[in-house]
Structures are given as C-alpha cells and as structure tokens.
T-cell receptor, first 115, second 114 residues
C-alpha cells in the first residue's frame, strides 16, 4: 500500500539554526499538509498546500515557517531560526482531494529536538 | 480551545468484547469526521470516517456513529483484538472548500486485555 515517507526520523538542531524536514507524499495525491505534536499535547494543524501554493495555515505557522514543493515528489517544511518550543513531532500528510471527503494519510513523523 | 474532545484518556476492554470510544465536538461547521489509530513511534493511521450526511458508517469490525444534534460521535470495535491496543484519535474538519486541516482530540489509549 502506498505510504507517506518522512526523513529524517530524528533531527537534533541547535537553537537559532535552520532546519528542513522532508516528506514524500503518496504519488497521486494533490493536497499536502504539515502537523506537529508537542509532547503530551494534541496533534495540531500547521499548513496545507495545493497547486504549488499554501491553501490554509494556522496561527502557529508564522514567518519562521515556510513550505515548498521543490520537485515532483518532495514536500518540505523549513523552520528558519529554531526555538526551544519548536521541539515536537512533525507529521506530513497527503490526500487525494478534498471533495468527496478523502482522508488524509500520515507519515511516521520527524522528531525535532532543539538544544 | 477544545473544539474536539475525547474525555476518556484511557479505556481497558477485554479481548473479544466491544470497545466504544467517544468524541464530542463544538464547532457546528464540522462536516467530516475521522478516526485514526496510532502506535508508538508511528504516525496516525486512518481507520474510518463519516460525513455529516450520514449517521453510521461500517467497515469490518469498525463502526462509527454520528449524532449531529448532540455533536457526538463514537467508534465501536467488535470484537476487540490485542492488536487494537493503541491510541485512538478523533478528528474533524469543515470540508467546504480549500485543503482544510484536521482538528484532533487528545486521544484515548485503548488497552485490550487478554
């Protein structure tokens, strides 16, 4: 069964450094998402992406964050200058469409640890 | 702000019996609801969903019920199996246009006892 893949599985970064998290969505999917889960808290929506532009974003997704689809397969989340509070699991998801209520399928996440 | 609430942090059920996981929501704009299952060190895995135009959806051992007037949904697993032990998340979205993010509950840890 096709799946969403994320790399790396664990990223350790010094505070203030830039970090890029990578995702390969399911190949025929058109909608892409990033979520995060801080330890002990809910999974929270960050941003959605369709047709090479941001479709929706939450309050969490401030100017420090950006997303990109640099080629036909990868979808990346960049955090420009990391803070301690950015430490979390980051999940990428993709869906075939939003019409017809298609579910989002998630990768196994990248654990980001900011020192 | 807890638009999606799962009030039971954990639930213990005997193998072979029915597991019932509950979820409440407050946002009247939500019209598509999903259940995900999550094992440690893995991402959420989609289980089953329901649109607000239905009140029941069934897939094998899993059935989701939606009560729109009460803003309540539940996931029934019958019979429960040891592999069902995991954290179950309820999620909801307003699917009207755009790639809307899901709003998740805090999860219920289901433990199936032999």
């Amino acid at each position: 069964e096709p799946e969403v893949t994320q790399t790396p599985s664990h990223q350790v970064t010094q505070m203030g450094q830039e970090v890029i998290l990578r995702c390969v969505p399911i190949s025929n999917h058109l909608y892409f998402y990033w979520y995060r889960q801080i330890l002990g808290q809910k999974v929270e929506f960050l941003v959605s992406f369709y047709n090479n532009e941001i479709s929706e974003k939450s309050e969490i997704f401030d100017d420090q964050f950006s997303v990109e689809r640099p080629d036909g397969s990868n979808f990346t989340l960049k955090i420009r200058s990391t803070k301690l509070e950015d430490s979390a699991m980051y999940f990428c998801a993709s869906s075939e469409s939003t019409t017809g209520n298609q579910p989002q399928h998630f990768g196994d996440g990248t654990r980001l640890s900011i020192l | 702000d807890q638009q999606v609430k799962q009030n039971s942090p954990s639930l213990s059920v005997q193998e072979g019996r029915i597991s019932i996981l509950n979820c409440d929501y407050t946002n009247s704009m939500f019209d598509y609801f999903l259940w995900y299952k999550k094992y440690p060190a893995e991402g959420p895995t989609f289980l089953i969903s329901i649109s607000s135009i239905k009140d029941k959806n069934e897939d094998g051992r899993f059935t989701v019920f939606l009560n729109k007037s009460a803003k309540h949904l539940s996931l029934h697993i019958v019979p429960s199996q040891p592999g069902d032990s995991a954290v179950y998340f309820c999620a909801a979205t307003d699917s009207g246009g755009g790639a809307d993010g899901l709003t998740f509950g805090k999860g219920t840890h289901l433990i199936i006892q032999p």
